[in-house]
């Protein structure tokens, strides 16, 4: 299904919104597709649904020359479940481009094992900040060191835990900007806005009823593989994980602590080399996480299976019952040296403990219950 959105609709804007409106209706009740391409403030305001933040992304981009596109599909809650899949992108040739994603959660089990049904946020080479401000998100970024040709791309996720039914809505936005850059902690807002601003119209379009954030006007910056410091003493993501000195464990690179459905603690030796890698993954992070398991044949009893358990030689999970419904928390150690000491000689005592510190102390800052531990 197509919306015509060119200059020469004879439709006023008040019947185009009706008329909108009606489709995306017809869309959500019967899961078909609803489809549109166009420019300029009218294919803003109808994008992603209707849910786009358009005043923040004209702050962006501008208000001339943006080209739109836009298509949403599937259900959100009732008998169809949470198969709710929505994106629009919205570019300006000169300015830079800002694509946003709406996922309804937990998504059908039948799709788990056909593909990635949660846009992915950047975790590898940094870590992922909190967004803070009473949101449940994260800032991420691909690059390794700000102010390398790139910079001005960044990675916005916003989680909004449903009132009702153990339902939840991902919105992520993946913005790049020219000339600008992560470094200023300035404009590292701008890159938030049309998350937290969508994530607000998602909620009332979808009738979530989740509890919101406020304003951000301030959020860190995400952290590089040589930001580390001592692990004693630690207070953000890695606080309580103890050092090891079998296994040569000081160092932690970690975030500060916060309602963030995704937390990484990364343990290094004392020149920052890493060892290990303990991650911890909520609401429909975590259903994907363990998705990932039942794509891969031969890894015998996995996360996807048993709420705690030993995956390979170096690795172990954990599970935590979380409240309302919401999908158990999963949290991971692994072998984070490639063919080094930790992978080839474990100590899988260190593993254990420090997976259970680690687990149990993400589980009681988000509410959830005691940690199974292996």
Known sequence: MALTTGPRSLLTRRQRRRVTAAALALALLTGAVLWFAGSGGRALDEACGGALAADEVRAVLGDSGVEVTSSTEGTFGGERGTSLAVRCEATAEDKGRVDVTISGAPRPRAEHGTGEPYTAVPAHDTLPVPLGHGWSGLLATDNARQGDPGDGKATAAVLLDCARGGRSLLITVRTALGGATLDDPATRPSFVRTATAT???????WDCG????????????????????????????????PTAARSAVSTARETARARAPREICALGARDGSPRYRLDAYYGPYADDARAQYTRNDGEGVTPAEKPAGRLGRSAYWAGADCPHGAPRALYLIRADDADGDARARPDLGYERAALKAFAARSAEDHGCAAPVTP
């Open 199 to 205: 994530a607000r119209r998602a909620d009332d379009r």
């Open 210 to 241: 989740a509890r919101l954030g406020g304003p951000v006007r301030s959020v860190g910056l995400p952290v590089n593989r040589d930001e580390y410091e001592p692990l004693l003493g630690a207070t953000g993501t890695c606080a309580t994980v």
